[in-house]
């Protein structure tokens, strides 16, 4: 076991982060996302700023969860200290793609984000957009799929008010969500 000086820790890094860093040895090393509220999230993430821990948001409806979601997640997570996934509810993306989605529930969708490694925390939001997200969490850094660029990005407006730093990860050739569901349709399984 390493004997970690933590009052050098906190002076150097911030209590913040030490007690992420706590975590995270405690779970032998891994970090597991946790699944919160917006409300409660929100209160954290006034306290990051406080201790200037880098904030990352990226959000969407990851239906079926693809080998493209998890490198967005990968980048996403090397851009900052903390990284925030908004998930869209059901009631959303029936909204977004129509009533005979999401596949996914909403439950199964955040508890499989929420396992995965890169993912810090994970928060279900309605809204066709995360711009009521941004508002309340005000990270540093939004990443998106290279499918977006700043013209077509319904958040746009918001992230310039809040001056936001925004990265545009690129796709992986080949893998799309709804492709994948209309293959798995069309070959009635």
Known sequence: MVNLNFKWLVLNLGA???????????NGGSSIGTIVNRENLA?????????KIKVVLTNGCFDILHMGHLRTFKEAK?????????????????????????IIPQNDRLELLAAL???????????ATAVRLIELIKPQVYV??????????????????????VKFIPLVTGISTTEMIKRIRTANI
Not at 118 to 124: G, K, M, S
Not at 147 to 161: Q, T
């Open 78 to 102: 090397a851009q900052g200290d903390i990284l925030v996934v908004g998930l869209n509810s059901d009631e959303s993306i029936r909204g977004l793609k129509g009533e005979t989605r999401p």
């Open 43 to 51: 209160e954290q993430a006034a306290k990051w700023h406080g201790e």
């Open 144 to 165: 998106k799929g290279g499918d977006y660029n700043l013209n077509n990005l319904p958040e746009k407006d918001v992230l310039l008010r809040y001056q936001v730093e």
């Open 16 to 26: 913040e982060k030490v007690k992420i860093l706590k975590q995270q040895i405690s």
């Open 117 to 127: 490694e890169p993912i810090d925390y994970v928060t279900l939001f309605d809204e």
